[in-house]
């Protein structure tokens, strides 16, 4: 039912470091989808189009009298927290995507199994982020002339 892939001799063992790797996606759309980081700019994007959507407003009702209404049914405070919550949410992906790749950098090295729990931790709220930087003691906010990025 079940068959192993017929194995190597050792010989080519060696000879598999200099061959192409095999990729998943190959046609053109996979990988500008996969390869790209065009989610991850598109979430920036959105929340950085939010936050402008909030100054703007605010910035416009500046030392007026707040509305009834902005728009039909929707007060200036709902208008706020509607749009910070969208923002806050577009963030998600690109700071938990930029902790993964600093999770990839900080293994290429030899490091304790408990950091790989320090970095998925900061992945999930400000608390795990914040013993992130403390374990890490920044090096990789701040990173020495040695670190390759």
Same mark, same amino acid.
């Given at each position: 039912?079940?068959?192993?892939? *017929?194995?190597? *001799?050792?010989? +080519?063992?060696?000879?598999?470091? %200099? &061959? *192409?790797?095999?990729?998943?996606?190959?046609? @053109?759309?996979?990988?500008?989808?996969?390869?790209?980081?065009?989610?991850?700019?598109? !979430?920036?994007?959105?929340? @950085?189009?939010?936050?402008?959507?909030?100054? /703007?407003?605010?910035?416009?009702?500046? /030392?007026?009298? &707040?509305?009834?209404?902005?728009?039909? /049914?929707?007060?200036?405070?709902?208008?706020?927290?509607?749009?910070?919550a969208v923002s806050k949410a577009a963030l998600?992906?690109?700071?938990?995507?930029?902790? /993964? +790749?600093?999770?990839?950098?900080? @293994? +290429?090295?030899?490091? =304790?199994?408990?950091? @790989? +729990?320090?970095?998925? =931790? =900061? !992945?999930?709220? *400000?608390?795990?982020? =914040?013993?992130?930087?403390?374990?890490?003691?920044?090096?990789?906010?701040?990173?020495? &002339?040695? %670190?390759?990025?």
């Amino acid at each position: 039912m079940f068959r192993s892939a *017929p194995t190597a *001799p050792l010989a +080519q063992d060696n000879d598999t470091k %200099h &061959q *192409p790797l095999v990729r998943a996606s190959t046609t @053109f759309y996979d990988r500008i989808v996969t390869d790209w980081w065009w989610w991850e700019l598109l !979430s920036w994007v959105v929340s @950085f189009g939010c936050m402008a959507a909030i100054i /703007g407003v605010l910035w416009y009702y500046d /030392g007026k009298r &707040q509305p009834e209404y902005l728009v039909t /049914g929707i007060t200036l405070n709902a208008y706020v927290a509607v749009f910070a919550a969208v923002s806050k949410a577009a963030l998600i992906l690109p700071v938990s995507e930029a902790i /993964g +790749q600093l999770k990839w950098i900080w @293994f +290429q090295k030899e490091a =304790a199994l408990w950091d @790989f +729990q320090v970095y998925d =931790a =900061a !992945s999930r709220g *400000p608390w795990g982020a =914040a013993l992130l930087l403390i374990k890490t003691r920044c090096r990789l906010v701040y990173p020495n &002339q040695d %670190h390759v990025f």
